[in-house]
């Protein structure tokens, strides 16, 4: 059964740009969280969709949101990029919502603003 | 302000010794706790929970302690290996949202 994986790995973007970042779940998870890693905040919640609806939304600012497909494929865009959005974006995925000790996490994107 | 900290961001210990990590947490609404294990270019993976009705919790080498009253878990690993440096995680779970802490390095030397 294949991980979750995320796409692109590796990004670099400049300041005032927008991007979009890709996870595709494990199959037949409903479930996906997005999680930002930055060394000074660590891990921190950003939201959470099941069933193409967002069930949860973390302390960030408009710039950052989602969407899941029908499929469970989960996309989050950042607009207007600042310096201080260079960071490990995680997302994972569970079966259901609330599952949190069974959530399984993609390998990231590493986004850098210039 | 950070409800979950971890405030060692590294620790060395001995193969065969105990690793302590530790956590303190400020949200009494935290129901729910979580260790994670996250090594490079990989994303966390879990590796323990405890309930807040409980206070320890033990998987093979792995033990987890909770002590409500001081909003305090600590993860006890014995006996501690090579394989285990990596970075540690703790996270609390309430209102459907994961909280993290800023995660500890743990290296365990042959």
């Known amino acids: 059964k294949a991980g979750v994986t995320q796409t692109p790995r590796y990004l670099i973007k400049t300041r005032g740009q927008q991007v979009t970042l890709s996870c595709s779940p494990i199959?037949?998870?409903?479930?996906v969280s997005w999680y930002q890693q930055t060394p000074g905040q660590g891990l921190q919640f950003l939201f959470e969709y099941f069933s193409e609806t967002q069930r949860n939304k973390g302390n960030f600012p408009g710039r950052f949101s989602g969407r899941q497909f029908s499929n469970s494929r989960s996309e989050m865009n950042v607009s207007t990029l600042e310096l201080g959005d260079s960071a490990l974006y995680l997302c994972?995925?569970?079966?259901?919502?609330?599952?949190?000790?069974?959530?399984?996490f993609g390998p990231g994107t590493r986004l850098t603003v210039l | 302000d950070q409800q979950v900290k971890q405030n060692s961001p590294s620790l060395s210990v001995q193969e065969g010794r105990i690793s302590i990590l530790n956590c303190d947490y400020t949200?009494?609404?935290?129901?729910?706790f979580l260790w994670y294990k996250k090594y490079p270019a990989e994303g966390p993976t879990f590796l323990i929970s405890?309930?807040?009705?409980?206070d320890k919790n033990e998987d093979g080498r792995f033990t987890v302690f909770l002590n409500k009253s001081a909003k305090h878990l600590s993860l006890h690993i014995v006996p501690s290996q090579p394989g285990d440096s990596a970075v540690y995680f703790c996270a609390a779970y309430a209102g459907n949202m994961l909280t993290f802490g800023g995660g500890t390095r743990l290296m365990v030397k042959p």
């Open positions: 199959s037949g998870h409903r479930s």
């Open positions: 405890i309930s807040s009705i409980k």
């Open positions: 949200n009494s609404m935290f129901d729910y």
């Open positions: 994972a995925s569970s079966l259901v919502a609330d599952r949190v000790n069974e959530q399984f």
